[in-house]
């Protein structure tokens, strides 16, 4: 391997290969915003379908995506659950209080990790109360959940949060931006990871390699609302089909993300090795304890090892552009530090 930096930073950072490329020059196109992009609508069936959900809508981002799903459900003042550190209030710089006009409520992870109980569901939703008291409408899940370390939720785990949520009276977003990361380590379809929720956000540009996109999901109604939704917000596209197409062949990859799982679980492993503080990881993310942060992130760039801080630890994500052989040479390059 080159001296080039290993990029471990994120699964965002990989590039489209020759035969995303090659997909994306031969897509067939349309103006979207008029008459449906015809790739871009291919996109949306198939990802609807693997989903076990009506209909999808393309956006140019998982932020966006997320945003489009609180704004259709809930009104000004509403209250919103979430796993502390979910990315929907820690990484979205408060869109879902500012734009979507949502009150967020972090429950606690009770059960380990980015995940929460029923118990802590039901606890923070409450009662209904006078007309003047705050009103809890919507549980919003990650799966996986990032910050804590890509985390996974279980199916039984899944069930038992939407059915709690539907006991309190609670409509239910499911951040599934790392579903497919999810899915994978438990070897189930996505739909079993989606069942019962009223919408989902999936993101197809970490770890399945696009160069951009996301999809909001949920009913057909929903879709018609969010399209317009997503026009307000500016996120309509012209011959979205170019980057549809990348889309479609991004989804196909799915199970190739086991890759990037075993090659996280090769990190932790040789980090331990080297005496580092590292959580096991379920799925493409290492999360490190370090007595200096900035400074020891200082010094893996200095080595050229790329990462980032992420709840005071060291994070370092595995992609399909630095696999097994990155983390060889990661290795050997963060050993280094110890000489």
């Given at each position: 391997?080159s001296?080039?930096?290993?990029?471990?930073?994120?699964?965002?950072?990989?590039?489209p290969?020759?035969?995303?490329?090659?997909?994306?020059a031969?897509?067939?196109?349309?103006?979207?915003?008029?008459?449906?992009?015809?790739t871009m609508?291919?996109?949306?069936?198939?990802v609807?379908?693997?989903?076990?959900?009506?209909?999808?809508?393309?956006?140019?981002?998982?932020?966006m995506?997320?945003?489009?799903a609180?704004?259709?459900?809930?009104?000004?003042?509403?209250v919103?659950?979430?796993?502390?550190?979910a990315h929907v209030?820690?990484?979205?710089l408060?869109t879902?209080?500012?734009?979507?006009?949502?009150?967020?409520v972090a429950?606690?992870?009770?059960?380990g990790?980015?995940r929460?109980?029923?118990?802590?569901?039901?606890?923070?939703?409450?009662?209904?109360?006078?007309?003047?008291?705050?009103r809890?409408?919507?549980?919003?899940l990650?799966?996986t959940?990032?910050?804590?370390?890509?985390?996974?939720?279980?199916?039984?785990?899944?069930?038992?949060?939407?059915?709690?949520?539907?006991?309190?009276?609670?409509?239910?977003?499911?951040?599934?931006?790392?579903?497919w990361n999810?899915?994978?380590?438990?070897?189930v379809?996505?739909a079993?990871?989606?069942?019962?929720?009223?919408?989902?956000?999936?993101?197809?540009?970490?770890?399945?390699g696009a160069?951009v996109?996301?999809?909001?999901?949920g009913?057909?109604?929903f879709?018609?609302?969010?399209?317009?939704?997503?026009?307000?917000?500016?996120?309509?596209v012209?011959?979205g089909?170019?980057?549809?197409?990348a889309?479609?062949?991004?989804?196909?990859r799915?199970?190739?993300?086991a890759?990037d799982?075993?090659?996280a679980?090769?990190?932790?492993?040789?980090?331990?090795?080297l005496?580092w503080?590292?959580?096991?990881?379920e799925t493409?993310i290492?999360?490190a304890?370090?007595?200096?942060?900035?400074?020891?992130?200082?010094?893996?760039?200095?080595?050229?090892v790329?990462a980032?801080?992420?709840?005071g630890?060291v994070?370092?994500?595995?992609?399909?552009d630095?696999?097994?052989?990155?983390?060889e040479e990661a290795?050997?390059?963060?050993?280094?530090?110890g000489?």
């Amino acid at each position: 391997m080159s001296d080039q930096p290993i990029d471990l930073r994120s699964d965002t950072v990989t590039r489209p290969d020759a035969a995303m490329r090659t997909a994306m020059a031969q897509a067939e196109v349309g103006d979207d915003v008029l008459d449906r992009d015809p790739t871009m609508q291919a996109l949306e069936v198939e990802v609807a379908g693997v989903l076990g959900v009506e209909a999808a809508l393309w956006v140019p981002s998982g932020c966006m995506g997320n945003l489009i799903a609180l704004t259709a459900q809930l009104r000004r003042g509403d209250v919103f659950l979430a796993p502390a550190g979910a990315h929907v209030l820690i990484a979205e710089l408060g869109t879902p209080a500012w734009l979507a006009g949502g009150m967020p409520v972090a429950l606690p992870h009770d059960l380990g990790p980015g995940r929460v109980s029923p118990a802590a569901v039901l606890a923070a939703a409450g009662a209904p109360g006078p007309y003047y008291t705050l009103r809890s409408a919507l549980l919003c899940l990650e799966n996986t959940h990032n910050s804590a370390g890509g985390t996974v939720t279980s199916v039984a785990d899944h069930a038992a949060l939407v059915a709690v949520a539907r006991q309190a009276r609670l409509r239910v977003h499911l951040d599934g931006a790392r579903i497919w990361n999810a899915a994978v380590a438990l070897g189930v379809p996505p739909a079993s990871l989606t069942a019962g929720v009223d919408t989902v956000q999936v993101c197809l540009s970490k770890g399945l390699g696009a160069p951009v996109g996301s999809l909001v999901a949920g009913t057909a109604g929903f879709v018609e609302e969010a399209r317009r939704l997503r026009k307000m917000l500016g996120g309509g596209v012209r011959q979205g089909g170019v980057l549809a197409a990348a889309g479609l062949v991004a989804l196909a990859r799915r199970d190739e993300l086991a890759e990037d799982h075993a090659a996280a679980s090769a990190l932790a492993s040789g980090l331990r090795e080297l005496g580092w503080e590292v959580t096991a990881p379920e799925t493409n993310i290492v999360l490190a304890t370090v007595a200096d942060l900035p400074g020891t992130l200082q010094r893996l760039a200095e080595v050229g090892v790329l990462a980032v801080p992420m709840s005071g630890r060291v994070r370092f994500i595995t992609h399909r552009d630095a696999g097994a052989d990155a983390v060889e040479e990661a290795l050997r390059r963060i050993a280094k530090l110890g000489q």
